[in-house]
């Protein structure tokens, strides 16, 4: 297949709309990273988007909307889930929330779960290919399935060039991280993924705190625990850089070594826009400089700090060739 280049522009947004409505798929950005659009629903549209990621089918898919409104058409939403759409969407937080009978989803996105993941993004491009679609829009992050997500078009390309329909060349995306995923649990609020809006703030939102549990235990062996990996070899909370390894720093400090620094000045946000990107680019240098590893600064782990240390720890977790090699 021959991936084609959209533009920003009125006519750019028109061919992926025709794209789309042919069961085709396009990665457009969002404010948090890339998503691989398709139409949530139709099945044929969601089976590709998960053929050219290589993801398993039984993971389900971000299900994006315009508003609200068309939010409340999909999703049963209680008065807490309604506040939270109402206080934090657009934006970066997505909500699991039980799926209406009458929704025409397809079972795939959901990976016949009756739950949907359901969220309505902050960008200019990302709300207008969706009202001019008209329709709900599957996207997971538009990277192969266990790899680092795209900030940047290139970073669509470098994984899925020819797998894909089209991508937009919308320039890089603001926050850096994927959505928080909040799920309710009965009627208890429950971390499902750290992401690019604070827990801080939904537990502030909804005047109680949030259950961050399940998200902190990502260990199990064979979970999906290794994740947003890189080629190399990650080691965290590193003081400094080994003489076999790549430096990603973060905060004032100076190294000898080849590195680079998620931020100088120690900002959060920065460093989460960084993020993947960094990951990327320190991967390259590994290569190039011929080392096997990258050692990482220690990150706090308050707001955006507590998504960005999630990513690296799936990115540092043993993979399955490691338990491949213990046998
Ligand atoms: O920022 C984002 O969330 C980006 C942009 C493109 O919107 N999307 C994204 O999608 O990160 P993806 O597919 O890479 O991650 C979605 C996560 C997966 O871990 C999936 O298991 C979970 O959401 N998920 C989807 N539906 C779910 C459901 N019904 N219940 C629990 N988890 C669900
Ligand atoms: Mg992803």
């Keep these: 297949m021959n991936t084609i280049m959209l533009s920003d522009t009125p006519r750019g947004v028109r061919a992926a709309v025709g794209i789309l409505r042919q069961g085709g798929t396009v990665a457009f950005p969002t404010e948090t990273v890339y998503g691989l659009g398709g139409d949530a629903t139709n099945d044929q549209a969601v089976a590709r ?15 994006h909307v315009s508003d609200l409104a068309q939010a409340e058409a999909i999703t049963e939403m209680s008065s807490e889930a309604r506040a939270l759409g109402a206080a934090f969407w657009p934006g970066p937080l997505t909500l699991v929330l039980p799926r209406r009978a009458a929704s025409d989803l397809s079972e795939l996105a959901t990976a016949g779960l009756p739950t949907v993941a359901i969220r309505v993004p902050d960008h200019d491009l990302a ?10 829009l599957a996207a997971p992050s538009a ?20 797998r894909i329909s089209g991508v937009f060349d919308a320039g890089p995306t603001r926050v850096g991280l994927e ?13 499902l ?90 991967d390259a240098l590994a290569t190039e400089t011929g080392v096997r590893r990258i050692a990482v600064a ?7 700090g507590l ?9 540092a977790a043993p993979r399955p060739e490691d338990y491949a090699a213990a046998l």
Aim: cysteine-free; proline content about 10%.
């Design 193 to 282: 993924r750290p992401g690019g809006l604070p827990v801080e703030a939904i537990a502030e939102a909804l005047g109680r705190p949030v259950d961050t549990r399940a998200a902190r235990h990502i260990t199990a062996p064979g979970q999906l625990a290794s994740h947003y990996a890189p080629r190399a070899r990650l080691r965290l909370e590193a003081s400094g850089p080994g003489p076999d390894e790549v430096w990603l720093g973060f905060g004032p400090v100076s190294v000898l070594r080849p590195g680079l620094n998620l931020s100088p000045s120690g900002d959060l946000m920065e460093a989460a826009a960084n993020l993947f990107a960094h990951l990327r680019a320190a």
């Design 298 to 304: 220690s990150v706090p782990r308050t707001g955006l």
């Design 143 to 162: 990277n192969l399935s266990g790899r680092v997500s795209a900030t940047r078009p290139e970073h669509v390309m470098d994984g899925l060039d020819g």
């Design 127 to 136: 709300r207008r290919l969706l009202g001019e679609f008209g329709g709900p």
């Design 49 to 63: 988007i998960f053929a050219a990621k290589g993801r398993p089918s039984f993971n389900p898919l971000i299900v």
């Design 307 to 315: 998504a960005i240390n999630d990513r690296l720890e799936r990115a």
């Design 179 to 191: 959505s928080t995923i909040l799920a309710f649990d009965g009627d208890i609020p429950v971390l």
